[in-house]
């Protein structure tokens, strides 16, 4: 029943009625009234002598631009309240302020474009309300909140854009023990004309990503590692021109990455961190004067050179790698010299020594640890042939298959989501690919135009699994991945500033916010804040 109707079926209220007179003045010019119900039709502005019993009251054809706070102040008594063919098109927070026993509310047939969060606050007995037939393209978060007792919403007639901002709307309503009247969306073009009630909250996609500049760290730098010690989230920097490893941490007093220690390495290629206890490990790989163990017994102390790793073997290491095997850690470290070969390093006793050569004479450029069927296994890119995987068994590890259609990758980096395994493949000049383990090998899902790329690494963040994909010609690109299409989805650019020959990313976390490290090798290592935005609120 419109709110017309209902008013009629409550003017027998007034007295039978018999009307009432006010006192001249009492009653507006542009008003009828009678004891408890007043119609104003065509009046500039809101009345402000009502009967003091007043019950209803409908304004008709006001020439009121706006409802604003307390307008109805004067009227504690009313039970219903009603708008038609009105030309406000605002209403504004706590308008109906002090209206505690107003049960039916009608909106109806005006130019309502905006409507404030907490317009209708306070009207803890509202039964009915319509908002039909405005010009009300969305509704504010929270709109109905307080108001326990509705019974009967109607919405119809409204241009509502059925986008994020309605998700919430989506969601009340299937929640709310109340009869709504929605009407059809006007847009986006794919949901025009459908029904609200028939969209599902779960297809809405209203989270985002953003990335912005946070910290500039003055030296190139060709890899970064996160590891936590003594509870706190450390970083290190491989910097080769700069000759070092460099440990960073979080400076709480000046809410910024701050230096904490650096190690001597001269062309280092790779700073690579293990925790054991009290204990801190950092492997150097270096193109020239040998790979280095460094070592800390006690957080009290400094790190300090403890091992050369095995000088005939590492003639130009490229990348390493941690890896747990039968319980014991051991690194991996790809060499890409002709000469020289793979080698996997395991703790044994107070050091690491070769346990195995692979791959020699092939100029690995690339290693990747990962779990395949329960068993640790093995990724090596190289430039001389497709990337080989290797399982471990009885031992040591052996070649279990190649990447079919794979050429000139040079390097690799894994993810899990949703119970598979994922793998991004780094090609310099073409497409590198996402591929998927289907249980015998990996198999393209998806191919990204590369350019001058040297690095496409997954980073997951609190919510999300991301992909970055590095250019030394154009602007870095993020991707985020699709749950339900398990496809990669372009997110945003880096920059500015933009990346100079990116070669590394980590995503960290400390003191509640999330932190994307990108190293680069021609320019500053750069720190993004990781922003997370509810599209919906």
């Not at 990503?209 to 996160?226: D, M, N, R, Y």
């Not at 320019?523 to 922003?531: C, D, E, F, K, S």
Request: aromatic letters at 10%; one cysteine or more.
């Amino acid at each position: 029943m419109g709110g017309v109707g209902i008013l009629l079926l409550l003017l027998p209220l007034a007295g039978a009625g018999v009307a009432w007179r006010p006192a001249k003045g009492k009653c507006s010019l542009f008003c009828s009234c009678s004891k408890d119900s007043v119609l104003c039709e065509g009046s500039p502005d809101l009345p402000d002598v009502f009967p003091p019993t007043l019950l209803s009251l409908s304004l008709v054809r006001t020439r009121v631009t706006q409802l604003k706070a307390g307008s109805f102040l004067r009227t504690p008594s009313l039970h219903l309240l009603l708008f038609t063919s009105n030309s406000f098109s605002v209403i504004e927070d706590d308008a109906f302020a002090g209206l505690s026993h107003l049960q039916y509310l009608f909106i109806e047939d005006n130019e309502i474009g905006s409507i404030s969060k907490n317009a209708l606050r306070g009207l803890r007995s509202l039964t009915h309300l319509s908002l039909a037939n405005n010009h009300l393209e969305t509704l504010p978060r929270f709109l109905f909140r307080g108001l326990e007792t509705l019974t009967h919403v109607d919405l119809r007639g409204n241009p509502f854009q059925c986008d994020c901002r309605m998700l919430w709307l989506l969601r009340w309503m299937s929640s709310v023990n109340a009869s709504v009247g929605t009407g059809a969306c006007a847009g986006p073009a794919a949901l025009a004309h459908l029904q609200l009630r028939h969209l599902d909250p779960k297809t809405f996609k209203c989270r985002a990503i953003e990335l912005s500049w946070f910290q500039t760290v003055g030296e190139s730098a060709l890899g970064v590692e996160l590891f936590s010690y003594q509870g706190e989230p450390h970083i290190v920097l491989a910097q080769p021109f700069a000759g070092r490893c460099l440990i960073l941490a979080w400076d709480y007093s000046l809410q910024s990455f701050q230096a904490k220690e650096e190690l001597s390495a001269p062309s280092v290629v790779s700073c690579k961190p293990l925790v054991l206890g009290l204990r801190l490990f950092v492997l150097a790989a270096r193109l020239w004067g040998g790979s280095q163990l460094w070592a800390q017994a006690s957080p009290d102390l400094r790190l300090a050179p403890m091992q050369a790793l095995a000088p005939r073997r590492l003639l130009r290491p490229n990348d390493a790698e941690l890896l747990w095997l039968d319980g014991q850690p051991c690194f991996v470290v790809a060499d890409a010299s002709k000469a020289g070969s793979t080698t996997l390093l395991c703790r044994d006793g107070p050091g690491f020594y070769p346990r195995q050569s692979l791959h020699a004479w092939h100029r690995d450029t690339d290693a990747e640890a990962l779990e395949l069927d329960g068993r640790p296994h093995l990724l090596l890119a190289s430039v001389s042939q497709r990337p080989v995987l290797f399982h471990w068994s009885g031992g040591r590890f052996e070649r279990r298959t190649d990447i079919p259609e794979a050429e000139d990758v040079y390097a690799t980096r894994h993810f899990q989501a949703g119970g598979d395994v994922f793998l991004c493949l780094t090609r310099y000049i073409g497409d590198s690919m996402l591929m998927r383990w289907d249980g015998s090998m990996f198999r393209l899902l998806q191919q990204l135009p590369s350019r001058g790329a040297h690095v496409f690494q997954p980073v997951l963040t609190a919510r999300d699994q991301l992909a970055i994909l590095g250019s030394d010609f154009a602007f870095s690109h993020v991707f985020r991945l699709e749950p339900d299409k398990r496809l990669l989805e372009p997110l945003q650019e880096l920059g500015p500033p933009a990346l100079v020959a990116p070669r590394a990313f980590a995503h960290v976390t400390m003191a509640g916010k999330h932190f994307l490290f990108a190293a680069c090798f021609k320019g500053p290592t750069q720190i993004y804040r990781i922003h997370e935005l509810d599209l919906s609120a």
